[in-house]
RNA sequence: GGAAUCGGCUGGUAGACGAUCGUCGGCUGGGUGGUGAUAGCCCAAGCUGGAGGAAAGUCCGGACACCGAAAGGCAGCAUGCCUGUCGAAAGACAGGGCAGCUCUGUGUAAUGCCGAGCUGACGGACAGUGUCGCAGAAAAUAUACCGCCCGCCUUCGUCAAGACUUCGGCGGACAAGCCCGAAUCCGCUAACCGUAGCAUAGGAGGGCUUGCCCGCCGUAGCCUUGGCGAAGGAGGGUAAGGGUGAAAUGGCGAGGUAAGAGCUCACCGCUCCGAUGGUAACUGAGGAGGCAAGAUAAACCCCUUGCGGUGCAAGACAGAACAGAACCAAACGGGUUGCCUGCCCGGCUGGGAGCUUCGGCUUCUGAUAUGGUUCGGGUAUUAGUCGCACCCUGCCUGCGGGUGGGGAAUCAACCUUUUUUACAGAGGGUGGUUAGACAAAUGAUCGUCCACUCCGUCCCUCGGGGCAGAGUGAACAGAAUCCGGCUUACGAGGUCGGUUCCACAG
RNA sequence: GACCCGUUCGUCUAGCGGUCUAGGACUCCGCCCUUUCACGGCGGCAACACGGGUUCGAGUCCCGUACGGGUCG
């Protein structure tokens, strides 16, 4: 799945919208805050927050592409119609990427927005 | 010579290959864009580019932009040995000078001298002001204090001389008392004198005692004078000494002096002038001065030189709405509708004075709904577009751009040349490229190989090896207007130096 | 991003280059007071962010580093 500009969470706005009105749930690496919104034509909005505690300009950018190379791989899962932010905690940045993605995956069971969609197990079975 | 470790300089080379999926920019293509063209927008695919030596810290300097002009001055800030080179500046480099520290050698009573290494924010302390705690006599002015010396005064001690006094001794004189009688004199008697006698009554005389005086000697006291010494006082001469301090007004020796002192002299040091050498900083032959001069300017300050301020969130362009200014329109305006009627909504005014038939009318004053045009300021803007992506330049243009030429740097392959092959260097030349984001790109996953670390397990000679798994790809670290420096961070390697250990030789 | 400011006991803060061994308040500890607690009294522990430099002497002055905070459309 790609991720270009306009599948991103850009605004101040919009960011406060998915933090007041939304709901939330924090791990171990990560906390991800979440909004369903049907007006939207996009299958999801995703934001990312990588603060000054995590380390340098160098770890932050890390975590970052990290995050994004992993909804770019499995970001079908998602239930469409729905903005995403994901904010590093100050740990992420001695995280691996299975560690995250596991982490994430976890997540997006609990917050149920995990789509069984029967294409991605006939093609797991395939 | 080797090893370890520390420091300086240099150095910045990327894990390799393949596959898949992505991200930002550029080019090419299609559609849209009323249209030939451009910009813009949409679509999918291909090609291609995409972090660093520090991108960091934001410590300097500049470009560039705006502020009113950016010329002068004050304030403020920065700068600071000399010469040269590079540079727009900041700054860097090279050489030199001076100073400090360390070491080796050498020398002195001492300061030193030669050499080597390291370090130096290295203009000015006779332009002025300030500060120098504690300790110390004294801390910046030259002397107060202690001390030393000189003469004077007072007191004391001692010695000498002298005067006086007390006592003692001796001697003498005098007075009183007593005693003495050979009788020397007076005296008395013999009439007087001579002479004789008397007499110790009186005087002289002699003796003794006492008193007093004088002299001498001794002793003690006191006074005066002088010497010496001690204490004190006021005065003068001194700067040798005062052991404290980070720092004390030249050092050492000799002479000299009341005591001392560059007071004088030799040597050393210092200050001033200064030959010579050097572009200069500087050097300092020689001479003069008897010696004035502490530290601090990363205290104020003075001098030299430089700087207008703000910073790309600079700024430019586009630009609603609300409020502002000017002008215009009509008393009606807006909505509904293709238009009209109709319907709906809002408005058709406030205050004062006067008159009134109470319906209104006249007059004064103030304000304005609504719409339109223009103006400047300028906000909101998913801060929209530019600034903003190597440089210079010609032509076309509908001014948005398009197209062409030249140059620079770099990458890949190629050619020539230098070199011992290779690597590498130099030159040529073909092709490509020139990071430009804005919640912020340059990545993720998988496979094979390599290196390291960790965990597990197996083997043996207990130090390694094998197998499997995980992580990392050396570290420091991610462009944000651009450039030049500085500082800081950092790994392997190279090089230089120090220290330690080992081995060998002398 | 660009530009400014600050850092002193556990906390909030004073602090002329010199008796700073750094003062005060709250906290903490010990003792006293009280039947006990509290209040109160007495005493004590406890700090100049770090590294260099200037100076006889640095918490103070200068330079660098680290950390924290602020302003600007």
Redesign the pocket.
């Known amino acids: 799945?790609?991720?270009?500009?306009t599948r991103?969470?850009?605004?101040?706005?919009?960011?406060a919208r998915v933090r007041n009105q939304g709901q939330s749930i924090s791990g171990r690496f990560l906390v991800m805050g979440y909004l369903a919104d049907d007006a939207m034509d996009e299958p999801f909005k995703l934001?990312?927050?990588t603060t000054k505690k995590i380390g340098?300009?160098?770890v932050r950018?890390?975590v970052?592409?990290?995050l994004?190379?992993?909804l770019?791989?499995e970001g079908h899962r998602v239930r469409p119609g729905h903005w995403m932010v994901l904010i590093a905690r100050h740990n992420a940045g001695d995280a691996?990427?299975?560690q995250l993605e596991k982490e994430w995956k976890w997540m997006l069971r609990k917050s149920g927005l995990h789509l069984e969609t029967k294409s991605s197990e006939e093609a797991a079975a395939a």
């Open positions: 799945m790609k991720l270009p500009r991103r969470i850009r605004t101040r706005s919009e960011f934001g990312l927050i340098n300009a160098v950018n890390r970052r592409r990290r994004r190379a992993i770019q791989r691996t990427s299975t």
